[in-house]
T-cell receptor, first 112, second 114 residues
Framework: KNQVEQSPQSLIILEGKNCTLQ??????????LRWYKQDTGRGPVSLTI?????NTKSNGRYTATLDADTKQSSLHITASQLSDSASYIC???????????FGAGTRLAVHP | DVKVTQSSRYLVKRTGEKVFLECVQD?????MFWYRQDPGLGLRLIYF???????EKGDIPEGYSVSREKKERFSLILESASTNQTSMYLC?????????????FGQGTRLTVV
């Protein structure tokens, strides 16, 4: 079954600290994986995309990794800010299909 | 600035009412999608459309229908609203390319059925 699982479900960290969010998938065939950020009351916005050949990609304080062999991805946030408080959603596209498979998301709260 | 706009941020409807949720995109995208988002379940696909007047069922189409009369507009219809349809509804669009293109989302409509 094509699934995307994220952990932890929720996370609280102090401002300035780092954190890592995990995404495991069983989607096949794999096309790409995106991390989205969803602020409260808003639609998701793409942070970064990982394709099969990419291992690491950074976007400012966000660094995503992909291990296509173990079917795992992570999103690392460095020097967290209050504005990082949001849900982070991992989304995998199946190869050859116009369909996205969503994880349930990790809700991150950054406290001062 | 690309945009997907949903007609309402918040809606409260009564059980049995017919409910229309509207979505408009200004990016000339061929594909449009309706999802619902519930805590712990993530986004689940209700219906999608890959062209005007075309529609395909997603994973949870029961109790819903859609309409796409114009390329930029995709409507979700709850024929007879029920309390288990209380949820956040998100519209998204993508161009026809099936590669690495990003899905652009609207701001969401939080529907409460009482």
């Amino acid at each position: 079954k094509n699934q995307v699982e994220q952990s932890p479900q929720s996370l609280i960290i102090l401002e300035g600290k780092n954190c890592t969010l995990q995404c495991n998938y069983t989607v096949s065939p794999f096309s790409n994986l995106r991390w989205y950020k969803q602020d409260t009351g808003r639609g998701p916005v793409s942070l970064t995309i990982m394709t099969f050949s990419e291992n690491t990609k950074s976007n400012g304080r966000y660094t995503a990794t992909l291990d296509a062999d173990t079917k795992q991805s992570s999103l690392h946030i460095t020097a967290s800010q209050l504005s990082d408080s949001a849900s982070y959603i991992c989304v995998v596209r199946r190869g050859g299909y116009n369909k996205l498979i969503f994880g349930a998301g990790t809700r991150l709260a950054v406290h001062p | 600035d690309v945009k997907v706009t949903q007609s309402s941020r918040y809606l409260v409807k009564r059980t049995g009412e017919k409910v229309f949720l509207e979505c408009v995109q200004d990016m000339d995208h061929e594909n449009m999608f309706w999802y619902r988002q519930d805590p712990g379940l993530g986004l689940r696909l209700i219906y999608f459309s890959y062209d005007v007047k075309m529609k395909e069922k997603g994973d949870i189409p029961e109790g819903y229908s859609v309409s796409r009369e114009k390329k930029e507009r995709f409507s979700l219809i709850l024929e007879s609203a029920s309390t288990n349809q209380t949820s956040m509804y998100l519209c998204a669009s993508t161009p026809r390319d099936r590669g690495n293109t990003e899905a652009f989302f609207g701001q969401g409509t939080r529907l409460t059925v009482v």
